[in-house]
């Protein structure tokens, strides 16, 4: 399906456009400049002798530019049009677009061309809940020719400037100007749009980028180094060669959505993971973690910011408002209007259950790829600050296991990544009561105690609670076990509910469970078998529920679509029970997918089956890119290839299935130094074979 | 801190333990309504103290005596107070803002039990 809608990026910057490069924002459209989740232009429209260029067809192959030819045409005829518009765009503070206006006709010809311009800076749930300002918006044309459009309430100040290399007459609708061309002649003007965040200072933010641009004097300079970055960026990672060519563009693809979804702020050291275009640009603890999870082989420097940044937020006071408990890591930060004046809990909100145990699980991963003990070790305290919410705040009740109830008025009801209202339902379809302990919750804290205990044995030296995490993790296991496995079904159950029953509908969590090792070994080959039955495998991927439960809906965001991040996890849970042709005919399907969404996995997509379309169907309000969509292929890759490392060495034991002849994976970096992975395909899935 | 400081002049001799500092080892500087208040040293303990001056990696530079205070006692989050444009960073702002989150945790400029400036 061919998007109306261009979508530009730069980690939590962006221009969402239509094709023409047109930006009206409207309660349907949500085309704007972001930054900072705060709409800085909400109205951009080009007219020319006040008619709109039509359009001859949009370039956006690289993630920060586009390019959008148009032609001045009347009604839908473009025959004879002597009039070309090129605009060519990128995304840096704000965005930078070179206007190119050329006469193809043998006379010359007189020109208004003009720029609407206006800025409601509207806050990101403003947008989307359609919420009214509560500020005073303001604009003026300043005696330099810039056109400054600004909001303010209290101290909260925004400002968008427009300052144009050409002069203009600068009104309250925007920028004019009045040419005339010669036969075969070209008039252009650079347009530069930008995004202030603290009018009247500089602040720390302003200051690193005007470091920045000291050192790039001109804009194509700016965009040379953003090219520069991502060329640096895919030839740090390990190269992919594949006898599927399609999973090469796949692989491509994924590393430059990485590139693409890198958040800076100026209050992080370094760039993370934003969670997905439009609405996620941001960071997101669970999102992030696992996105940097994912991407550990191939991009190991997301995890080490991913750590740093979310280890400054965790939290260190109870707070029911945010949902926070000390030790929680946080589930989002916001920056916008809502956010600062307290409507809105997102400063960060910290309603997730599952931050806390990923954000341990992470940091054990990390250590092992990276050999950085430095980094953990500044992290001890932190590390044990998390292990403690987990016992004390994340069981609110002691049973053991962790549960989660929002305690805010604007909280989340579900605190796990299924977080819809509708997700954790019984199997006829009742919604289960609170609080709720979801499987793999406990599946997480099982791991991250596990992991704790390694590091606490070998890094921190702590044998005593190395020990006592071991036995904590042990018994933990052996519970659940019983508590949350359903004889009948042959599966766990999804959770418990508010009165410890079982929460018994069939879904993908159990796949996680896999990833997590809590799963004894004999329920691990039942739930390998009903993952990949045709209730829960749709022949594209594992379904989040299965065909036949009450609440079964192919479309249902998470109680029927088929989320990728969730099958990679899944995947690479399969491998970890010894489950190899599982794990390569779950990947390879979910890669095919890939292939038809080209080349680039979305949030979700429906849950028909294979057998009904020969595609797979989109899910209508899917993010795209999303960054653990992004970073599935990545662990599916892992999983193909069976890369582990026990932090000395790196262990390479392909499982490919028949369609893939063979896929080279050339160094990959740790503390083994460089090493290529190979694995080709036999008759049956590969045995082990030694590290390249 | 600071905000029984200015008025009273004895801030910059109160010293003791900032439990949430543990860990760091630096100075920052301090301002507030736009004059320094003074250089907070952190040793590795999470011992603080106000020194005259020393290298400082960042700079909190707080509108008020009133804002500062109601960031010591945790009652106004770092973030919304930035977002707000009542407090600004300088220099290396993870470490500010660590430093903001660390004083939220207790300090021996606000009384534990009143939440009242030592």
């Known amino acids: 399906m061919i998007s109306d809608t261009i979508s530009i990026l730069d980690g939590n910057k962006f221009v969402v456009s239509n094709r023409e490069g047109d930006i009206e924002a409207t309660p349907t459209d949500n085309h704007g400049l972001f930054l900072n989740d705060t709409r800085f232009l909400s109205r951009w429209v080009l007219t020319v002798n006040g008619m709109r260029p039509k359009l001859l067809s949009v370039d956006d192959t690289a993630y920060f530019a586009a390019q959008h030819f148009l032609a001045l045409a009347t009604g839908t005829v473009y025959v004879d049009s002597h009039l070309t518009v090129v605009r060519r765009r990128f995304v840096n503070g704000g965005f930078h677009e070179e ?45 330099d ?10 101290r909260y100040c925004r400002e968008t400037q427009v300052v144009s290399s050409k002069p203009a007459q600068v009104g309250d609708g925007g920028l004019s100007f009045h040419i005339r061309l010669e036969p075969q002649a070209e008039w252009t003007t650079s347009l530069d749009v930008r995004a202030v965040t603290d009018p009247g200072q500089t602040n720390i933010d302003d200051r690193n980028r005007l470091k920045e641009a000291s050192l790039l004097e001109t804009d194509d300079e700016t965009a040379r180094a953003m090219t520069g970055d991502l060329r640096a960026w895919i030839k740090d990672a390990p190269r992919l060669s594949c006898s599927w060519e399609s999973l090469e563009h796949t692989y491509r693809r ?21 969670a997905g275009l439009p609405w996620f640009m941001t960071v997101f603890g669970r999102d992030s973690l696992l996105t940097s999870f994912q991407a550990l082989p191939f991009a190991p420097e997301l995890a080490a910011t991913t750590l740093n940044s979310l280890s400054l937020l965790q939290a260190r006071r109870d707070d029911p408002f945010r949902d926070a408990e000390p030790g929680k890591i946080p589930h989002e930060l916001r920056f916008g209007e809502m956010t600062a004046f307290e409507e809105t809990p997102h400063s960060p909100y910290y309603g997730t259950a599952d931050a806390t145990p990923l954000f341990l699980i992470l940091l054990e991963e990390y250590e092992r790829w990276t050999g950085d003990r430095k980094l953990v070790r500044r992290l001890e305290r932190n590390a044990r600050a998390a292990v403690d919410w987990i016992d004390r705040y994340g069981d609110r009740d002691g049973d053991g296991y962790i549960e989660y109830q929002t305690r805010s008025s604007n909280g989340l009801g579900n605190q796990c990544w299924k977080d819809s209202g509708d997700s954790i339902a019984y199997a006829d379809g009742r919604i289960a009561s609170l609080p709720r302990a979801t499987c793999e919750l406990q599946g997480y804290a099982y791991d991250a105690k596990r992991r704790m205990a390694r590091l606490a044995r070998e890094v921190w030296d702590d044998p005593t609670w190395a020990k006592e995490l071991d036995s904590q993790a042990a018994h933990l296991k052996r519970r659940f076990n019983q508590d949350f496995w359903m004889p009948e079904r042959r599966a766990f159950a999804l959770g418990l509910d508010g009165e410890k029953r079982q929460i018994d509908s069939l879904t993908s969590n159990i796949g996680h469970l896999l990833w997590s090792g809590i799963a004894d070994k004999d329920k691990a080959e039942h739930c390998a078998r009903r993952l990949m039955g045709d209730a829960l495998f749709s022949g594209w991927g594992v379904r989040t529920m299965a065909v036949g439960e009450g609440s079964y809906n192919p479309i249902g965001y998470h109680v029927g679509t088929v989320w990728p991040h969730d099958n990679s996890f899944i995947a690479w849970g399969l491998r970890r029970y010894g489950f190899r042709e599982e794990a390569a005919q779950l990947s390879f399907a979910m890669l095919e997918a890939a292939e038809l969404f080209h080349n680039r996995l979305p949030e979700a997509f429906a849950g028909y089956a294979r057998s009904t379309t020969k595609y797979p169907v989109e899910y209508p309000t899917a993010c795209s890119p999303q960054a653990w969509a992004t970073g599935a292929p990545l662990l599916l890759l892992r999983a193909l290839l069976g890369l582990e490392t026990d932090g000395r060495h790196l262990f390479v034991d392909p499982a490919l299935p028949e369609q893939i002849a063979q896929l080279t994976l050339l160094d990959i970096s740790g503390p083994w130094g460089r090493i290529d992975a ?15 | 801190m600071v905000a029984a400081s200015a008025s009273e002049g004895r801030w910059a001799s109160v010293s003791g333990r900032a439990p949430g500092l543990a ?19 952190i040793e590795e303990s999470g011992h603080v103290r106000i020194v005259d001056e020393g290298r400082a990696a960042a700079l909190i530079a707080v509108d008020s005596h009133e804002t500062l205070v109601r960031l010591l006692r945790g009652d106004l989050p770092p973030i919304v107070a930035h977002l707000q444009g009542l407090v600004r960073f300088e220099g290396d702002a993870d470490l500010a803002l660590r430093v903001l989150f660390g004083l939220q945790e207790g300090s021996p400029w606000i009384e534990p039990e009143t939440g009242r400036p030592s």
């Open chain 1, 678 to 692: 190979f694995g080709r395909a036999r008759a049956a899935v590969d045995a082990p074979s030694a590290a390249g």
């Open chain 1, 99 to 143: 206007l190119v206006v050329a006469n193809h006709d043998q006379e010359p010809i007189e020109l208004d061309v003009r720029i609407e311009a206006d800025a409601d800076f509207a806050d990101l749930f403003e947008v989307k809940d359609k919420l009214n300002k509560k500020g005073e918006l303001y604009r003026r044309a300043e005696a």
């Open chain 1, 254 to 274: 994924s590393l430059i959505d990485l590139a693409a979804l890198r958040f800076r702020s100026g209050i992080f050291p370094g760039a993370l993971p934003a």
């Open chain 2, 23 to 41: 860990g760091l080892s630096c100075h920052v500087e301090f301002y507030v309504a736009n004059a320094l208040a003074g250089v907070l040293r």
């Open chain 1, 145 to 154: 020719g810039t056109l400054t459009l600004g909001y303010r309430r209290d």
